[in-house]
């Protein structure tokens, strides 16, 4: 593997999922608009947090558990292998797929039952059940989808997952939205709006999936080449998917982690804030809609670049791991720390500064503003958090410690359970953000021990890195307060000076960041000496 591969395939996929979340993002701001508030957008939110978490075990986490599988056999010369539990790994997604849709369609009344505190009957709860019945279709498509990414992955290909996510991305918006326009301008059902933007799951999929097998003929006499000219290690079936499902329990761990956290807050967040704070008129509608979609959506964003290296790294720390070439592994994984710490904490202090900008910015001004740049100030900063653990998981896989990915998010999750009424009886708009960071960073913790004593990896280096990185991000931020300090504060008065205001906090913040970055060395060192654009700046 080349110096720079796992740059340039973490590049390509950061920005396709950058893009992605970015997409996912603006699909907000005419969703909200079109379906009218709050209303919507809750049965918009509740609904996905199960279909997520059934995805994620339909897959039982064999995309990325083949990416691994693939890159093995791959280093040892064994491409016949990949090949065939990539066939049978089809028709075993094709299965899990529908067993998925089946659980999601006939269990909406339930999922929408523990959602609403117990209620099945009323408007909202069968509005509920209705979307998650049609959502559930895509978990028919997705499954097969995802296993063909990995499997490109498995040979360091990042072009077919980035090129079909996006369009995914871009077909389930477009579909959406438009449908849900002709639906309000017709008939005016917020139900069938939301429903209809759900639907728009299953006809990106379709896209999605149609882009892949076209990938795969593409490729296909090629990589028959490779089968033919390859030995065969005659791994059984069923010795496959024992290994197979040893790679994939940590992912799947890994896939449902922000999910699991949500379902907390999604099945207690109701019951808690009106038995602490019934006295505060809370409108837990706003309260749930702002942490699941409005604000999740922006605190995603920078996320999104963890995201991508997650899945990028695996192949190369397994490569590294296999052929015993100790010096590469940890040079691999410093790249990928440092790369995660290079672009989320910025991102995640600068959208915490512009936390009430942003909201007004994108999702208007109504009485709203107030409660959800406040979310978003406290909850801006856990996509740290968020990174560091889908980055030391993606790092304890590709050195077969899986276990511990399952352990630290277990103990992540506990603490969570634990301390979410404590927080919310403190702090009844912020303390779910609170006990999910405590979660977090206690998972993070158990990751890094692990990390370095099964590896033998030194943090005296990362630890000087993210402190550089940490006062490069203070600077910024000091350029920010002052910028806003100059011009009248954080909260805009209106949608314009939200709009001035955020992008001159985010030229002035980038420029100061970017320019320490540059100017120290530091953007070479984390990107890599073979990105020709950097060369003009340093």
């Not at 509608?285 to 959506?297: R, S, W």
């Not at 009430?356 to 801006?380: E, K, P, V």
Request: net charge positive.
């Amino acid at each position: 593997m080349s110096e720079s591969r796992m740059i340039r395939g973490t590049l390509l996929l950061t920005v396709a999922t950058f893009l992605s979340k970015f997409l996912g993002m603006l699909f907000v701001i005419p969703f909200n608009a079109i379906v009218g508030g709050k209303d919507g957008v809750f049965l918009y939110s509740v609904s996905y947090t199960p279909y997520a978490i059934i995805l994620s075990l339909s897959t039982v986490g064999i995309p990325l558990a083949v990416s691994k599988f693939v890159s093995r056999y791959n280093t040892l010369g064994d491409y016949r292998t990949g090949r065939k539990l990539f066939r049978s790994g089809l028709l075993v997604m094709t299965l899990t797929g529908f067993l998925g849709f089946l659980l999601m369609y006939y269990g909406a009344p339930y999922f929408s039952s523990i959602t609403l505190d117990g209620a099945r009957s009323g408007e909202t709860y069968h509005n509920l059940v209705f979307i998650m019945k049609v959502l559930s279709f895509a978990l028919i498509i997705v499954p097969v989808m995802s296993l063909m990414r990995g499997y490109f992955q498995g040979f360091e290909s990042m072009g077919p997952t980035a090129t079909s996510q996006t369009i995914e991305q871009i077909v389930r918006i477009g579909f959406g939205l438009v449908a849900a326009f002709i639906i309000m301008k017709v008939s005016g059902s917020v139900r069938n709006a939301v429903a209809a933007v759900t639907f728009g799951a299953f006809v990106g999929g379709v896209a999605g999936l149609v882009l892949l097998v076209r990938y795969w003929f593409k490729r296909k006499p090629h990589l028959d080449q490779l089968v033919e000219q390859s030995p065969d290690h005659h791994v059984p079936l069923k010795s496959m998917y024992a290994e197979l499902i040893q790679y994939a329990i940590p992912f799947v761990a890994v896939g449902l982690a922000n999910q699991l956290y949500l379902l907390i807050d999604q099945l207690t967040l109701n019951h808690f804030l009106n038995v602490y704070h019934q006295h505060l008129n809370l409108d837990v509608k706003a309260i749930i809609a702002n942490l699941m979609t409005y604000d999740q959506k922006l605190v995603m964003i920078p996320v999104s670049l963890a995201t991508a290296l997650a899945v990028s790294v695996v192949p190369a720390i397994t490569a590294s791991f296999t052929e015993g070439k100790q010096k590469e592994l940890q040079i691999e994984m410093t790249k990928a720390l440092q790369f995660v710490l290079f672009f989320t904490v910025p991102a995640a202090v600068g959208l915490s500064m512009l936390a009430y900008m942003l909201y007004g910015l994108l999702y208007g001004f109504s009485d709203s503003i107030t409660l959800g740049g406040y979310i978003l100030r406290w909850y801006a900063p856990s996509a740290v958090l968020f990174a560091g653990f889908s980055v030391t998981a993606a790092i304890l896989q590709g050195i077969n410690c899986q276990k511990v990915t399952i352990l630290s998010l277990a103990i992540g999750i506990l603490l969570k359970m634990c301390f979410n009424p404590l927080f919310l009886k403190w702090w009844p708009d912020i303390g779910s953000i609170f006990a999910t960071d405590l979660g977090y960073a206690v998972s993070i913790l158990i990751n890094l021990a692990f990390i370095g004593k099964m590896a033998r990896y030194p943090y005296r280096f990362i630890i000087k890195r993210f402190l550089l990185i940490s006062l490069f991000t203070l600077i910024m931020g000091l350029g920010i307060w002052g910028l806003f300090s100059v011009l009248g504060g954080f909260v805009p008065a209106n949608r314009l000076q939200a709009l001035v205001y955020s992008v001159l906090g985010i030229a002035v913040g980038g420029f100061i960041y970017m320019v320490l970055s540059f100017r120290s060395g530091l953007a070479k060192q984390v990107l890599g000496t073979r990105i020709p654009f950097l060369n003009r700046f340093i």
